[in-house]
């Protein structure tokens, strides 16, 4: 079955620096994958998500990108702010064969003012 | 609010206690999940509802017991707990299994402690 690692598990930056979380999948089928935002006292929540036929995506400050060859995809966060701090999941599937998410271990990223 | 809501939001029960918890989604969703979050663990699926029919069961102890008597409420029953159950337990929704691409919504959760 699919297997996501997901690097560092904790990062710090100051305010204003970019920010980078990386996965890793296993299973070359996978064809989507979630980033998922989860704040203190709250459920995850969708940031961003990226779809197998596109190597980059972007949302303002937050970008993902994929490398399907290398099997990996990564999360960058620019001109970060205090609010950015959270745990951040990232998460692979077969989408089109309505299977679940395999969900990374999380990474908690600190703001610093 | 991300439109599901769960109820309590912090639990602590004994080993031989029974309670349930409570999922309710206002999105008109079909298809819902039970979740298990541990520290330093990934988010671990425990069940899949689509409407209203159990899809899924992750290997899950005998005593979790899911009921989803529609598709806006999933109730996740226990019963004689360890404390190594003590976690954080997420419902999430989404539109029907069969929609590619299916965003999940996560409600905030419920704390549980077991003594």
């Known amino acids: 079955g699919e297997n996501v690692e997901q690097h560092p598990s904790t990062l710090s930056v100051q305010e204003g620096d970019s920010a980078v979380i990386k996965c890793t999948y296993s299973?070359?089928?996978?064809?989507?994958f979630p980033w998922y935002k989860q704040e203190l006292g709250k459920g995850p929540q969708l940031i961003i998500d990226?779809?197998?036929?596109?190597g980059e995506k972007k949302d303002q400050r937050i970008a993902v990108t994929l490398n399907k060859t290398a099997k990996h995809f990564s999360l960058h966060i620019t001109e970060t702010q205090p609010e950015d701090s959270a745990v951040y999941f990232c998460?692979?599937?077969?989408?089109?064969?309505?299977?679940?998410?395999?969900f990374g271990p999380g990474t908690r990223l600190s703001v610093l003012p | 609010e991300t439109g599901v809501t769960q109820t309590p939001r912090h639990l602590v029960m004994g080993m031989t206690n029974k309670k349930s918890l409570k999922c309710e989604q206002h999105?008109?969703?079909?298809?819902m999940y039970w979740y298990k979050q541990s520290a330093k663990k990934p988010l671990e699926l425990m069940f899949v509802?689509?409407?209203?029919?159990?899809?899924e069961n992750n290997s899950v102890p005998s005593r979790f017991s899911p009921e989803c008597p529609n598709s806006s409420h999933l109730f996740l029953h226990l019963h004689t707990l360890q404390p190594e159950d003590s976690a954080l337990y997420l419902c999430?929704?989404?539109?029907?299994?069969?929609?590619?691409?299916?965003?999940?919504?996560f409600g905030p959760g419920t704390r549980l402690t077991v003594l």
């Open positions: 999105l008109g969703h079909n298809a």
């Open positions: 299973d070359s089928a996978s064809n989507y």
């Open positions: 509802y689509n409407f209203k029919e159990q899809t």
């Open positions: 998460a692979a599937s077969m989408a089109n064969y309505g299977q679940n998410f395999v």
């Open positions: 990226i779809r197998s036929n596109v």
């Open positions: 999430a929704s989404s539109q029907e299994r069969a929609v590619s691409y299916n965003e999940q919504f």
